[in-house]
């Protein structure tokens, strides 16, 4: 009864069109991926199509022709991450498009010029955190 319930909890995520998705972004055929993960094109087409669950040594030939650990290749999608705190906000930060701007610049330099700033950098910051 329990393997009924995760089986169908892991179809209810869309697995049939994670692996849609994935096969189609490689440009892949079914009849490749069912080469790459040693089933046939019909097998392919039942779990895309119908979204069931294949059997583990398939679900791991896949996530390997895939390119992908079994974990990823299982996890349900992820929500996008949200922006950290500390990644600048260039469209209403003044202070972080000035900052971005000179960062940007710095990319002009000579290859000793920016180790120079770069130090100077690690510097302060250093200083500045032990001085907290």
């Not at 089986?7 to 790459?36: C, N, P, S």
């Not at 040693?38 to 679900?59: H, T």
């Not at 896949?62 to 992908?68: D, I, S, T």
């Not at 990823?72 to 209403?92: G, I, Q, R, V, W």
Request: charged share 35%.
């Amino acid at each position: 009864m329990l393997w009924d319930v995760t089986r169908h909890a892991y179809i209810a995520d869309g697995l049939g069109d994670r692996i849609r998705r994935l096969r189609q972004e490689r440009g892949w055929t079914q009849t490749d991926l069912a080469e790459r993960a040693g089933c046939s094109r019909r097998a392919i087409v039942y779990y895309e199509r119908d979204g069931k669950f294949p059997p583990a040594p398939v679900l791991a030939a896949m996530a390997g022709a895939f390119g992908l650990d079994i974990n990823s290749f299982m996890a349900p999608e992820e929500p996008a991450k949200k922006a950290a705190l500390d990644d600048p906000d260039l469209l209403t930060d003044s202070e972080d498009r000035r900052l971005w701007k000179k960062f940007r610049q710095l990319k002009t330099l000579p290859e000793r010029d920016k180790q120079t700033v770069l130090r100077t950098l690690n510097a302060l910051v250093d200083s500045t955190q032990r001085a907290s």
